[in-house]
């Protein structure tokens, strides 16, 4: 199926992808509504959030340039010293766009 992207087939893309996302996150609330937080339940979903998280960064430790590497680095030592998720994330982030800008080609 191919969607012509000028004009409004853009639009149409941007829709259907909100709907999609919505539906996902809507959906997930309203399955887990008839199911009660055990311990067990609790368990599993931290884990999982924190294996999709790895799942998602690996790749990026063995295949990234150097700025890649001490962003994940950076934001994995401030997140051991501070236990403060978005203050770690910021900080990679903040590490990484400094490294591509003053280094764009290293």
Do not use: C
């Not at 790749?59 to 010293?81: E, F, N, V, Y």
């Amino acid at each position: 199926m191919l969607i012509n992207t000028q004009g409004v087939g853009t639009l149409i893309i941007i829709a259907v992808m909100t709907i999609v996302t919505l539906l996902t996150r809507w959906g997930g609330v309203y399955i887990m509504s008839y199911f009660s937080f055990t311990p067990r339940v609790h368990a599993f979903i931290k884990a999982m959030s924190g294996s999709v998280l790895v799942a998602i960064i690996a790749p990026d430790i063995l295949t990234g340039g150097k700025d890649t590497q001490l962003a994940l680095l950076t934001t994995a030592l401030i997140m051991m010293i501070s236990k403060r998720p978005m203050i770690a994330i910021t900080a990679g982030v903040m590490v990484a766009a400094l490294l591509r800008f003053f280094y764009p080609n290293a």
